[in-house]
C-alpha cells in the first residue's frame, strides 16, 4: 500500500475527504518525527511505539577491498508492534 491507497482507505474507513485524511496523515508523521527529533517516543496502546534508536560507533570493512573503517555514531528511528496488533496479525 502507497501513499495515495492509504489516505483514500482512511478517508473511506473515518467518512472524510481525502483532502482532509491527507492532511491528518501528515499531521501524524510530522509529529512522530518532531517527537523522535527531541529523543522521545511515541506510544499508541495498542497499536505500537515508534522510538529513537541509538547505535555506538565502531569497526566495519569495506566490501570492496576488506579494508578496515570506522562507522559513526548514529541514530535511527524504530518501531515496535503492540500486542494488540501482533494478535491481529497472527
Do not use: C, H, W, Y
Not at 467518512?15 to 512522530?32: H, M, N, P, Q
Request: aromatic residues 4%; hydrophobic residues 40%.
Amino acid at each position: 500500500m502507497n501513499k495515495t491507497e492509504l489516505v483514500a482507505a482512511m478517508a473511506d474507513q473515518a467518512g472524510l475527504s481525502k483532502k482532509d485524511a491527507e492532511k491528518a496523515l501528515k499531521a501524524f508523521t510530522d509529529v512522530v518525527a518532531e517527537e523522535l527529533k527531541k529523543d522521545g517516543k511515541v506510544q499508541l496502546v495498542g497499536f505500537g511505539t515508534f522510538e529513537v534508536s541509538k547505535r555506538a560507533a565502531r569497526t566495519g570493512r569495506n566490501p570492496q577491498n576488506g579494508q578496515e573503517m570506522k562507522i559513526a555514531a548514529s541514530k535511527a528511528p524504530k518501531f515496535k508492534a503492540g500486542k494488540a496488533l501482533k494478535d491481529m496479525i497472527n
